[in-house]
C-alpha cells in the first residue's frame, strides 16, 4: 500500500488533492458515461454520412477517407464542448487541454527519444538493410514529399493522432482527474475506451472485406491489444508532461514504426538491441517525463489541473 502511495505520488507531482477540487469536480458517474459518449460520439459520426444522412458511399479511397477526416475533426469538436460545459469555467482555457506553447521543443524531443527505445530493434534492423550506395538524405525527402499526396498518410500522421490524442487525453483525462479517479486508475482505465473506439474494425473486416470471423477477431484483437498498451503510455505522458504535444509525438511515431521488431532469425543482434532498447525505456520512463521539465512554477496558478504549480 505504501509503494503505491508512493507512485500515486511520483505520477501527480502537483496536482490538487481530492479535497481541494470538491467545489469544481463532477461525479464519477458523471465523468465516465461523457467519455463513454465521447468515446462512441468519435466512432458512430464515421458512419453518419451513409447511415444517418443516407448519402451515396465515395467511389475513391481519397473521397471515402476525406469524409472521414470530417468527421473526425466534427466529433472532436464536439467533445471538446462537452468537456468545457462539464469541467470548471477555467476549462474553458485551452492549457486545460494541454494545448499549450511554452516547453514545446521539450514535450516534443524528450518523448519522442523516449519512444524511440521501444523500437531500438526495429530501427537496427532497418539501419541494417540500408544501401549504402543510396542518397539517404535523397531517399528520406523523396519519402516525405511522397507522403504529402498520400491521404492514408495524412490519416497515420496527422488527423488521428491529433483528433484521437484531444478526444481521448486531452478531454477524457481532465474529466477523469476532475471525477476523483487516482491517476494510476486513469493510466489504466482510459485506454478502455480507446481500445473500444476501434471495435468498428472488425465491423469493416467481417461485414465489408469479407474476414472470417475468427480472422477478424484475431486482426482486432490484436490491434485492442495494442493500442490499450500504447494507452498506458500516451496517458502516462499526458499526466506527467501536462502537454498534449507529447502523446501526439509518441502517436505519430508508433504509426510510423507500426509494431517493434523483437528478434530476426537472420539476425541475432536484433533481439539484443530490442532488450537493450527496452531496458532504457524502462531505466528512463520516469526521468525523462518528470514534470518540472516541462512546467515552470507560477504562484498564481488559473489551470485547473495544477500544471503550472507543479515543482
Not at 526495429?122 to 539517404?136: A, P
Not at 493510466?187 to 478502455?192: A, C, M, R
Request: glycine content about 6%; overall charge neutral.
Amino acid at each position: 500500500m505504501e509503494k503505491l502511495q508512493q507512485v500515486e505520488e511520483s505520477l501527480t507531482l502537483g496536482f490538487p488533492s481530492i479535497e481541494e477540487m470538491d467545489q469544481r469536480s463532477v461525479s464519477k458517474s458523471i465523468a465516465v458515461i461523457a467519455c463513454g459518449a465521447m468515446a462512441f460520439l468519435y466512432v458512430a459520426i464515421l458512419y453518419s454520412p451513409t447511415v444517418i444522412l443516407r448519402l451515396p458511399q465515395p467511389t475513391t479511397l481519397n473521397s471515402f477517407m476525406i469524409r472521414r477526416f470530417v468527421c473526425a475533426i466534427i466529433s472532436t469538436f464536439l467533445s471538446v464542448i462537452l468537456c468545457a460545459f462539464l469541467l470548471p469555467m477555467e476549462s474553458w482555457e485551452v492549457s486545460a487541454y494541454g494545448i499549450r506553447a511554452d516547453h514545446m521543443w521539450q514535450a516534443a524531443l524528450f518523448p519522442l527519444l523516449l519512444t524511440s527505445l521501444v523500437y531500438t530493434g526495429s530501427l537496427v534492423s532497418k539501419m541494417s538493410s540500408l544501401d549504402c550506395t543510396e542518397n539517404v538524405t535523397q531517399r528520406f525527402f523523396g519519402w516525405i514529399i511522397s507522403l504529402t499526396s498520400d491521404v492514408l498518410a495524412w490519416r497515420n500522421l496527422v488527423v488521428a493522432p491529433i483528433t484521437e490524442e484531444l478526444v481521448f487525453r486531452a478531454c477524457m483525462i481532465p474529466l477523469l482527474l476532475c471525477g476523483g479517479f487516482k491517476t494510476h486508475n486513469i493510466i489504466f482505465l482510459s485506454p478502455v475506451f480507446f481500445s473500444l473506439a476501434h471495435l468498428n474494425h472488425f465491423l469493416e473486416l467481417y461485414f465489408q472485406q469479407n474476414y472470417s470471423f475468427i480472422k477478424a477477431s484475431l486482426i482486432v484483437g490484436l490491434q485492442l491489444g495494442y493500442t490499450v498498451i500504447f494507452g498506458w503510455y500516451a496517458s502516462f505522458l499526458f499526466i506527467r508532461t501536462g502537454h498534449l504535444v507529447a502523446p501526439i509525438v509518441a502517436h505519430i511515431f508508433c504509426n510510423i514504426m507500426g509494431l517493434p521488431v523483437m528478434h530476426s532469425k537472420r539476425k541475432g543482434w536484433i533481439i539484443i538491441a530490442f532488450v537493450a532498447g527496452l531496458m532504457g525505456f524502462m531505466w528512463l520512463l520516469f526521468p525523462a517525463t518528470r514534470p518540472d521539465m516541462y512546467n515552470e512554477k507560477v504562484d498564481d496558478c488559473r489551470c485547473w489541473h495544477g500544471y503550472c504549480s507543479w515543482s
